[in-house]
DNA sequence: CATTATCCCTACTTATTAAGTAGAGAAAGG
DNA sequence: CCTTTCTCTACTTAATAAGTAGGGATAATG
């Protein structure tokens, strides 16, 4: 389970941008996620190419989600910061099996982050997992986001 | 889920040994695993130190499970090889609620590694996943190791 | 139409981690 | 002793991640 510092960035941005009603400026999402400015820039145009957010230039520009934050599941934004994950290919015949262990992990991870949308984690509770409690809650589209840990 | 390269040689490593019923030595390893001559000591090394892997100089040396191979989890190597997973803390407090969301990815990730031992792996048929069955059987240890992909 | 705020784009630099290599030492056995 | 095999420390190289730079383009405003 690796997490990149420029996933988490992206995440922290689109969560900024779910959490406004109206264009948030690449300035404002740098200070608010603490994010370098100009790697800001970076990661918000690699999103709005991936058709995740849309922008306006000039003065009153800014970005906003593409589509509704209920309907941008975290492996969407994953999926445009990693990149496609690299399929792993056992070196030795006796390592062959393994594959398919690797094949049940990634699904599993997939099916989780495909179900958790921006929404799910911006009605999640903050500073609730202080006392082990659950922190996302149900998934507006079906699954639920906490529980069991 | 990202495998490092030494991490998929220590498993190959370790399944070798576990095939075997008597000491093998670091060559015959880094053949049969297609894993560079030097790289291969190095990583054995590293598994003996952690107690993993007993060996023996000299001529009539080799290396050998220190423990039964149904007794060895996949997660015991991984660990060893990858060191201890860092910690994601959010950047800022609008990323919180993910915290919960990695540790549940974690959570069921190092549950699965941990049931699955090198003699389940073993034990899978090798090339059944060709035509998309079950590669991995049921686990010495209660885990069922392959199904539901 | 000049000015200013903002996003847009390519390319570059630096830091960190992974992968692999080198060389000499130390035990075991014949 | 002489060979084989593991043991150890340290080094080099390659790949990836993280972050920076410098301008260019567009939109609003007076």
Known sequence: MRISART???LGAMLALAASDRPVHAERIAVTQEIPRRFCDNILLQLRRAGLIHSQRGPDGGYWLARPAKEIALADVIRVTEGAEPVIRPFSPAAAPLTEIWSRLRNH??????????ADVIAAEPLTDENGGPVARRSSRGAVAGESV
Chains 1, 2 share one sequence.
């Open 8 to 10: 988490q960035y992206a």
């Open 109 to 118: 991870e997939n099916a989780l982050l495909n179900e958790i949308t921006l």
